[in-house]
């Protein structure tokens, strides 16, 4: 009877059990995580690897709702990493004597991030989303090349006056008792490491509150209708430009937080840590974990950044290693023969189902 | 004279930039796949190079023939293991394992070689005289430089003639069109796929060379960046067509030494992107891509 029940599910009832069962599944391994933190039985590589996985699962949800929900291929997606890490850290400092609790301070540059982030993806957004495939690709790349290399040039410092700017060179004059924040190819340093392990938790549930009520209302069934035919989506009167525009600003805010909670994990961060390797990295999370599977993007992003550490007794050849092991395994997901046998399996499975 | 200077070193930049920029458009063409590995091949064409001729002592020409050869033996070896099998797949299938190949050329690279610069020798000189000054030395030619233009051009026609007047071109241009149509015409469709990255990587080799004699440092990601600028100068042109990619090297070339020159060595980079950028919306596709009508 109970498995009748089950069968009859409508699609609704499925996707909104497979969210309650994401969240389940982050909860679980946070409070599995604390508990080991708590008994001192987590090894230090690893507990210094949290805050960055967290970082990470928020990246490959938000450029999953890219990617897999908007169906376009972003390769810039380190970028709003970057406008996020980089405001979001100017405001954490610049803030450093106004607000004394780090909490605070740290909310306050998580949200910073993520509007200048936001700001960032409808800035692009307006020109990237009038390409189509392999050309908004590589525009996203390009964009993602000139923040990285704007960012390189930014002087930025602050005084008693409030914050001064400057392009190239240092020209920021600051007045007695001033600081510097953004020191061009220097990138930020003296950052106090303000991130915490909870932080990062609590804003890998929100990303995923904000992304799965994104996917399951009237707004993001519009997306998908989009991405799976524009013209169709078109003539039944949907706005294009708007939801897509959604979408693509979601996910850059979401990218903006992450990169803030990054940087403050760490006390010097420099723009080419958010180069075109970076987005190519979480592209990887998002197609391993499976298009618009969110659950994968997190497993996904949390097995790929242990992996190079966990191949440390292979020195030398871990990056090899891990360059095979990407390779392999997109040869045997994508083989037709295993493909054929899963099916059989599972059309087996079904009708053996159907005759009880 | 020195604007005349800068657009000579433009040219010669873009002219290296077209050779990879062919790469990147011609398996694009045909196999509609973004193959992120092409830079590194570029790398180890140059590694090759520079072995053979600074520690095995061969002469330049037969080292440059030997880095041919190799490259194209393995983008053959690199077409059949890895992206043979995903030819059904999904295209992001595809540029996964295409950029998890550049993962394992790059580091593979490093254990080889190490990742210490080896610095790479010119071998372009004639009377120990690296160039010629023209107008009482204000107009600087390397000889670098034009063999570069000279390659480039000579490349150009080369591949014109192939594409155009050979059964092998013919065939990868059916096959670019139609790969189903072209078998049904008994085109040997895997035959062509492999051709074309031989070509493709054999055509890396000689771009990794003039890369290095121009600019002499030698490391495993010597390949990376230029590959990244190569594939925007092929979507620059329109992916896809040949002398779009010609064009779409040459002015990225030109516009990145203006940038430097004029405006900010820093900044270059940026400003390569963002006239990417601009075309882009004006030409979506690209400066001589053909814009394909969505049929309802």
Redesign the interface.
Known sequence: MARKLNRNLTAAQKTSYMCFFTYGVVILIYLMMQGLISSGSITSSLKGMLIPICAYIVMAVSLNLTVGILGELSLGHAGFMSVGAFTGVTAAVALQDVVSSNALRLLIGLVVGAIFAAFAGFLIGIPVLRLKGDYLAIVTLAFGEIIKSIFNNLYVGVDDKGLHMSMLSDKTQLREGGKLIIGGPMGIGGIQKISTFTAGFLLVMVTLVVVFNLVNSRAGRAIMAIRDNRIAAESVGLNVTKYKMTAFVTSAALAGAAGALFAMNYSTIVANKFDFNTSILILVFVVLGGLGNMLGSIVAATALTILPEALRQFADYRMLVYAIVLILVMLFTNNPKLKQVFNQFRTHNMRGKEAE | MTFLNFLISGISLGSIYAIIALGYTMV?GIAKM?NFAHGDVIMVGAYVCFFAVARYDLPPALGVLLAMFVCTMLGIVIERL?YK??R???S??V???A???S??L???A??LWTSSPKVFPNFFKVADQTGVKLFDGQLNISYVTMVTIAACVIIMLALTWFTGKTKMGKAMRACSEDKGAAQLMGINVNATISMTFAIGSGLAAIAGVLLCSAYPTLVPTTGSMPG?KA??AA?FGG?GSIPGALLGGLLLGVIEIFAKAYI?T??S??VV??V??IV??VK???LLGKQVR?K?
């Open positions: 694009y973004l890895a099998p995903l059904q797949a999904p992001l299938a540029l996964i394992t950029i998890g190949v993962y394992l790059q580091n593979g490093q254990l990244i594939f925007t979507v992916i900010s820093q900044l980079d940026a992107f963002g990417l950028i882009l919306l979506p596709a690209g969505e309802v």
